[in-house]
Antibody, heavy 120, light 107 residues
Framework: EVQLVESGGGLVKPGGSLRLSCAAS????????MNWVRQVPGKGLEWVSA????????YYTESVKGRFTISRDNAENSLYLQMNSLRAEDTAVYYC?????????????WGQGTLVTVSS | DIQMTQSPSSLSASVGDRVTITCRAS??????LGWFQQKPGKAPKRLIY???SLQSGVPSRFSGSGSGTEFTLTISSLQPEDFATYYC?????????FGQGTKVEIK
């Protein structure tokens, strides 16, 4: 059974840092591209970042470029999102989600989400 | 960036009604579009991928269609468990973009 379990969320002050993790199981993690998607409470979904299966290709939404870093450890079956210089507008539930094999389609598997709150 | 304009933003419907939700892309996305259902406090659930392919386990009352820049999600006969928020997503080019969402409420 495919499982994605996020952790690392919490309360952080503006300008602070946080590292989210996504532990994957039930599939060959190293064969799949992975993504982070976030959702401000009560608002819509926003794609944040993607990383290819080997970590070679990385993409970000404009608002997090230079502040967030996506990475992965295929030996540990884990995906990460290092978030620096956090702002109030980064407050959201962060989901990790998997591409389908071959990367042509997306979104069959999601984690349960982890809440990040940026507030003084 | 590709903008996804989803409409309506909300609708009220009765059990048994036919419901149609539309997403318009600001440029062609080669049918690389999915539809997701989300209920409060839960992760999104994929209903449709590649514009019109039904996700395994999803009831056949859900269908997707479209091409180029206009795409549609149809629920042929709304059921009580279908009251939720629905999103389209283009993942043809980065940054990927979601529609704003359509909240389907009980009339």
């Amino acid at each position: 059974e495919v499982q994605l379990v996020e952790s690392g969320g919490g309360l952080v002050k503006p300008g602070g840092s946080l590292r989210l993790s996504c532990a994957a199981s039930g599939f060959t993690f190293s064969a799949y591209a992975m993504n982070w998607v976030r959702q401000v409470p009560g608002k819509g979904l926003e794609w944040v970042s993607a990383i290819s299966s080997a970590g070679t290709y990385i993409y970000y939404t404009e608002s997090v470029k230079g502040r967030f870093t996506i990475s992965r450890d295929n030996a540990e079956n884990s995906l990460y999102l290092q978030m620096n210089s956090l702002r109030a507008e980064d407050t959201a539930v962060y989901y990790c989600a998997r591409d389908d094999y071959g990367g042509k389609t997306f979104g069959e598997y999601w984690g349960q989400g982890t809440l990040v709150t940026v507030s003084s | 960036d590709i903008q996804m304009t989803q409409s309506p933003s909300s609708l009220s419907a009765s059990v048994g009604d036919r419901v149609t939700i539309t997403c318009r892309a600001s440029q062609g996305i080669r049918n690389v579009l999915g539809w997701f259902q989300q209920k409060p406090g839960k992760a999104p659930k994929r209903l449709i991928y590649a514009t019109s392919s039904l996700q395994s386990g999803v009831p056949s009352r859900f269908s997707g269609s479209g091409s180029g820049t206009e795409f549609t999600l149809t629920i042929s006969s709304l059921q009580p468990e279908d009251f939720a928020t629905y999103y389209c997503l283009q993942h043809n080019s980065y940054p990927w973009t979601f529609g704003q969402g359509t909240k389907v409420e009980i009339k």
